[in-house]
Nanobody, 126 residues
Framework: QVQLVESGGGLVQAGGSLRLSCAAS????????MGWFRQAPGKEREFVAA???????AYAGSVKGRFTISGDNAKNTVYLQMNSLKPEDTAIYYC????????????????????WGQGTQVTVSS
């Protein structure tokens, strides 16, 4: 089993920045791809970004150029740096881990992921 714990969410004004962290514990050798998803009220969970242990990344079009995903393999932690935040970025952000390794990253669906964190709220005010 793998446990994922997110942190770093909060309230920020439009144009501001936040950095989310996701710490993995347990059988982390099986977490080849780490992803961030988000879910706004009344909407489906959507892909935000993904990162593999070998350094391949993927982004949703809506966040490309504003968000950066990175990982620290030694700490089993993945980060999501979010800049130029917009009110439409408001959502619960979830960290997820997939045992599957794909290069380039094509595991963009929530159904691809095996483990999930509890989520952290990000609220962007206008």
């Amino acid at each position: 089993q793998v446990q994922l714990v997110e942190s770093g969410g909060g309230l920020v004004q439009a144009g501001g920045s936040l950095r989310l962290s996701c710490a993995a514990s347990g059988r982390t050798f099986s977490t080849y791809t780490m992803g961030w998803f988000r879910q706004a009220p009344g909407k489906e969970r959507e892909f935000v970004a993904a990162h593999t242990r070998s350094g391949n990344n993927a982004y949703a079009g809506s966040v490309k150029g504003r968000f950066t995903i990175s990982g620290d393999n030694a700490k089993n932690t993945v980060y999501l740096q979010m800049n130029s935040l917009k009110p439409e970025d408001t959502a619960i952000y979830y960290c997820a881990a997939d045992k599957d390794y794909r290069a380039p990253v094509t595991n963009l669906s929530p159904w691809d992921y095996d483990y999930w964190g509890q989520g952290t709220q990000v609220t962007v005010s206008s």
